[in-house]
């Protein structure tokens, strides 16, 4: 992830890797970007928040490690600063200087490798807020030459100048003992092939997991209905810069989600390559400055997926399951530029605001009765159109596909008027037998999304 870069995370908990032999710092601020007292600094005199959502788990060869428990945190804490602080020298001294989050099962949910530190003491690294129902992890380096002080000072903290802001400990409850943590190994170079996801943990040991931009629970007028369409692996991460060919193998063949993310102001354009390295349909055309966005595509049938990039600027790319999709619900979903969703209950109507100035186009494909994995069903396109709208659109029952092929913009959805689906057991699409639970497959990915 670059500077300034963002990606939901999973709300679980997360374990938070601070490298290399920095102090580790968390600050728990309200939606004014405010501590609501010294409880709300978390270091190592007050390794525990009183609440017990986030602590401190110590240092190992290094490395210190926080764990913010994401779904347990009080509602009027909108963000968590992870802060990484120098007692001698400056963070641009600092080697290797990173911020890493881990899922429950020791995968790599988010990385910030920090590039241009300088004279600084004490520097955000990254912060966690709440964005749409979901967590969403940013990788910020802001440095501070007037230290911890400085940047207690700037979040609320009435910072003593005869007592470091690190002595001044609030008092709650007895702090458990520290358990020690074994950290997970350093994440795998990419590599071709993907191995199939573990299976997943028992729902008592790691809560569902959140998608992007928010994966809010069915609402009980929404019948929830098992997803099994499309093959679930490992997302592939790449980055790089400006223009580029990017070649994926070893992916199951038929539908995946290609997620992109540019830091930049100049043209952003996305084509699969034919088998005669031609351009094939186009998945991105935009002029809109640092685009983000996540498309449909296809696999071909030998699992080699070649894209070509035309950016200018750094950019992240990610290739994702079907189930890394949003999950819609009669809760609303905020967020901007295309988009895949997903649609598991009855007959309902979808509420589209819009707030772009160019197209707007949004495609359905209905998967009921289509038992091929590898391709999806003729779409049927049910909003093309310019500028701000509000658009409402009939949905079929599903398991659907809502692909927002092009949305230059912000918008917002939701369900509304959903009924009971007529017959939950019969689902319909192929998928991965093993896959009966929509929120068990999004629990095995992870993606990057704003």
């Not at 978390?42 to 928040?49: E, L, M, Q, R, T």
Request: no cysteine; charged share 20%.
């Amino acid at each position: 992830m670059i500077k300034g870069g963002n990606a939901f995370v999973p709300t679980v908990p997360l374990r938070i890797a601070v490298r290399n032999g920095v102090d580790v710092t968390a600050l728990l601020l309200t939606e004014q970007g405010r501590v609501r007292g010294d409880g709300d600094i978390v270091f190592h005199g007050a390794p525990v928040h009183p609440s017990g959502v986030v602590r401190l788990l110590g240092d190992e060869n290094g490395t210190g490690w926080l764990e913010v428990g994401l779904t347990a945190i009080e509602a009027d804490i909108a963000r968590v600063l992870v802060v990484g602080s120098t007692e001698s020298g400056a963070m641009r001294d600092v080697q290797g200087l990173a911020v890493e989050a881990f899922a429950p099962d020791g995968t790599s949910v988010a990385r910030y490798e920090v590039t241009d530190a300088g004279g600084e003491t004490a520097m955000v690294l990254a912060e966690l807020y709440r964005r749409a129902g979901g967590w969403k992890f940013r990788a910020v380096g802001q440095g501070y030459v007037n230290g911890l002080a400085g940047l207690a000072t700037d979040h609320g903290v009435d910072v003593a100048e005869e007592t470091p802001v690190q002595t001044q400990a609030p008092t709650p409850a007895p702090v458990p003992a520290v358990v020690p943590f074994q950290a997970p190994p350093p994440p795998p170079v990419p590599a071709p092939g993907f191995a199939p996801p573990p299976a997943p943990a028992p729902p008592v040991a790691v809560p569902p997991l959140a998608s992007a931009p928010t994966v809010p629970q069915p609402s009980v007028q929404q019948a929830h209905v098992p997803w099994t369409f499309g093959a679930v692996f490992e997302p592939y991460t790449k980055t790089g810069r400006d223009n580029d060919v990017i070649t994926v193998d070893g992916l199951p063949p038929g539908p995946v989600i290609v997620g992109l993310s540019i830091r930049g102001d100049g043209y952003t354009g996305l084509w699969p390559l034919t088998r005669f390295n031609k351009e094939g349909d186009t998945l991105v055309n935009s002029t809109e400055d640092d685009f983000q966005g996540r498309v449909l595509t296809l696999v071909p049938g030998n699992g080699r997926l070649r894209l070509q990039l035309k950016a200018e600027g750094p950019w992240q790319l990610q290739v994702l399951p079907l189930s890394a999709a949003t999950l819609l619900t009669e809760q609303q979903v905020e967020s901007r530029g295309p988009d895949v969703l997903l649609h598991t209950g009855g007959v309902a109507d979808l509420a589209l605001h819009y707030k772009g100035d160019d197209n707007l186009i949004v495609n359905l494909y209905e998967l009921a009765g289509h038992d091929d994995p590898t391709t999806l069903p003729t779409d049927d396109n049910v909003v093309n159109e310019i500028g701000k709208r509000r658009e409402t659109v009939p949905l079929p029952e599903g398991p659907l596909i809502i692909h927002m092929e092009m949305a230059d913009g912000p918008w917002k959805a939701q369900l509304k008027r959903v009924q009971p689906h007529s017959a939950p057991q019969n689902a319909g699409g192929g998928g991965l037998a093993n896959v009966t639970d929509i929120r068990q497959a999004q629990g095995k990915s992870w993606w990057g999304r704003r």
